[in-house]
């Protein structure tokens, strides 16, 4: 086999498998502290995407460099997004807090739906153009022999840097330990003066700033977007955390890489077609043999 | 005080139950069916705009057969469920004919109802060639050239004017994608030239660049894209990005003001089908300045199919004297009428000859049309 092009499938799928990962984050934090599958969140990743839409049209309009622009539409979608994460717990998961475990996730699912009719509503159903933000440079396809684009390499650089910051955040600082402390044990976690619902927040804004992140590179890298972009890619993200063993931070990342790697291999090597079937059997068959994901640890059911 | 009020509205009711059977001896009801919301509602509401123009016109002049036209819309999103529910209603409300649907799928669905009903329905867009090969459905009907119709001018230009050898198909899986590049396929392999990619995408997936390698190491002379506008920009744009710059041949579909806009530079170049340009027919000019008049804006796609459609069903109508359908089919069959996209009748299988197609190239931000045409029979 050409090993150019193994190198390439193995690049491309790497770059899927970052933004994977930068969603499937969201939920595994989510699911480490309260247990809930936040079906919303591919969502809130399409929101980022809007609203970087939005912020970079209005600046593209005020004449700013293309740089410039793509570093304030990322912070204003990361922000904007980081507050319907907020929000949406406040209004959807809080007063379900001890709720049975049903509620809130048919909350969520009811969450997801509205906050795509809302845009759909409110902005439009078609594709939208999105600008092409990522800087698009020749002499870095040449000098990676096309086997990473300048986006690619663009998003696999943001996405890695990213992850190890939040990486050190959770293992370091007061507010990643008590984070750690809290999806330990809730209750001890309170006895000890944590404020979980503080901590919960957090967790929150946490996850929708990683997923609008996501949502600005797919869409300045694929160039359009519409309301219901959220939804294959936060199933694809779910399935990665869940794959990676959910509730974990490393596993997240694992996941999605894996999960971008066999997609991207099995278009290369079999067929575009069969993308999506092998990605799922991989998923199973890694289920079968570890049920709780690649790094997931095994936990005794509270039943 | 409760009583008084339901018998109240029981008796609207029922007054409104006996006046709509009054009312529709006076109307004959055409059906518009078509994706007029969600995704692809770009592809239909042109045509209900054009069958409301089209009503709106015949009625200003008296009607047809001295009676008024009556629209009877449903909305199928491009969804063969929907598509049968769609056919249900309109079925169900006693429409005469169905302008309808637009997409391939839900038209497919749809026909074993209306042969059930004895309907005919007439599509202005839907371009699988099954859905009137060897005359299968003799009452379905379509102002637009089908797939391997397209198909054999494509072919024949890859071959004569682009000389490709080698050629990558990518398509999404669906019927009028798919249905595409198998025929373009068929085609071009008799005509000596080389699979060497024949594969489908998911429309939704995040991105394409597995495909996008797959198609460099390819290196096809040309690649040709069965789907629709949105996938194909965001293909074309992925490509051009990581410098694969192999000339792209796409179908009617991407014949589509919103393809340039939302391709921007990558859509440069590109060849799609379309029929033949007949913007200079006195006929043509008076529909678009009925749109502009109507909706203050340019006619979108397949608005001149659907208009044509209309005026063919009405025409048959007219013909025919009454509104019985064996007579309208034979009407259809025997009976010239003048529209904008020339001057068409239905052959046997229902196809509508007299249509011309032509090449065009995205050239400068526009549509530029070749001097590569054919008129079918």
């Known amino acids: 086999m050409d090993f150019q092009y193994f190198i390439e499938l193995f690049f491309g799928g790497l770059t899927r498998g970052s933004i994977y990962a930068l969603i499937a984050l969201g939920y595994t934090l989510v699911y480490g502290i309260i247990g809930l599958i936040n079906f919303a969140h591919g969502e809130i990743y399409m929101i980022g995407a809007f609203t970087a839409l939005l912020v970079a049209g209005l600046l593209g309009y005020l004449g700013f460099p293309a740089g410039g622009i793509l570093i304030v539409a990322a912070l204003a979608a990361i922000v904007w997004t980081s507050a319907y994460g907020y929000t949406m717990e406040k209004i959807a998961y809080k007063p379900l807090r001890n709720a049975p475990r049903l509620s809130p996730l048919i909350s969520a699912i009811g969450m997801s739906t509205f906050l795509q009719n809302y845009v759909l509503l409110a902005q439009t159903p078609d594709f939208v153009p999105f600008p092409m933000l990522l800087p698009d440079i020749d002499w870095l396809l040449e000098k990676f022999n096309y086997v990473l684009g300048p986006s690619d390499f663009f998003i696999l650089v943001v996405s890695f840097i990213t992850m190890i910051c939040l990486m050190l955040w959770i293992r370091y600082t007061r507010m990643g330990k008590a984070m750690r402390a809290t999806a330990q044990n809730r209750t001890m976690a309170m006895l000890l003066g944590i404020d979980a619902n503080h901590i919960i927040s957090v967790t929150f804004i946490v996850g929708s700033a990683l997923a609008a992140l996501g949502g600005v590179l797919i869409a300045s890298h694929m160039g359009q977007i519409n309301f219901g972009i959220g939804f294959l890619a936060g199933m694809k993200a779910f399935t990665a955390a869940v794959l990676g063993g959910i509730g974990s931070v490393p596993g997240a990342v694992l996941g999605g890489l894996t999960l971008g790697l066999a997609e991207s291999f099995t278009t290369g090597y079999v067929a575009g077609n069969y993308e999506d079937v092998l990605a799922f059997c991989l998923l199973i068959l890694i289920l079968i043999f570890r049920p709780d994901g690649i790094l997931g640890k095994h936990q005794v059911q509270k039943v | ?377």
């Open chain 2, 1 to 377: 005080m409760k009583r008084v009020f339901l018998s109240a509205v029981a008796a609207a009711l029922l007054s409104m139950g006996l006046a709509a059977p009054l009312q529709a001896a006076d109307t004959i009801k055409i059906g518009v069916a078509g994706a007029h919301s969600g995704d692809l509602a770009s592809y239909g509401v042109p045509s209900l705009n054009a069958a409301k123009i089209v009503a709106a016109k015949v009625n200003a002049q008296g009607g047809v057969l001295g009676k008024q036209i009556e629209l009877v819309i449903g909305d199928d999103q491009c969804k063969p469920e929907l598509g049968t529910n769609v056919a249900t209603k309109l079925i169900s409300d006693k429409v005469a004919v169905v302008m309808g649907h637009i997409c391939s799928g839900p038209a497919k669905a749809s026909l074993p109802l209306y042969n059930d009903a004895h309907i005919i329905s007439m599509s202005p867009s839907a371009t699988t060639p099954g859905l009137t090969a060897g005359g299968a459905n003799p009452m379905f009907f379509r102002t637009i050239a089908k797939d391997d119709d397209q198909a054999k001018l494509t072919s024949r230009f890859m071959l004569e004017s682009l000389k490709a050898k080698k050629i990558a198909y990518v398509h999404d899986n669906g019927d009028y994608g798919k249905g595409f590049c198998d025929n373009n396929r068929a085609l071009m392999e008799a005509g000596g030239a080389k699979t060497v990619l024949f594969e489908a995408i998911t429309p939704d997936a995040v991105d394409f660049s597995p495909i996008v390698r797959k198609l460099r190491h390819a290196k096809a002379d040309i690649i040709v894209f069965g789907g629709y506008q949105p996938t194909a920009s965001k293909l074309l744009q992925q490509m051009r990005r990581s410098r694969v710059m192999t000339p792209d041949v796409g179908h009617d579909g991407l014949k589509y003001d919103a393809f340039i806009k939302m391709g921007g530079e990558a859509a440069g170049g590109v060849y799609c089908f379309y029929p033949k340009d007949t913007a200079s027919l006195p006929i043509y000019k008076e529909a678009r300045q009925a749109h502009i008049d109507m909706f203050k804006s340019e006619p979108g796609s397949f608005y001149y199919n659907a208009y044509s459609a209309m005026l063919a069903l009405i025409n048959a109508i007219k013909e025919a004297g009454s509104t019985d359908t064996d007579k309208i089919v034979e009407a259809l069959h025997t009976k010239k009428v003048s529209t904008p996209l020339g001057e068409l009748v239905f052959n046997k299988s229902g196809d509508a000859a007299g249509l011309a197609l032509s090449v065009y190239q995205i050239k400068g931000g526009k549509f530029v049309e070749t001097n590569y045409s054919v008129t079918l029979d």
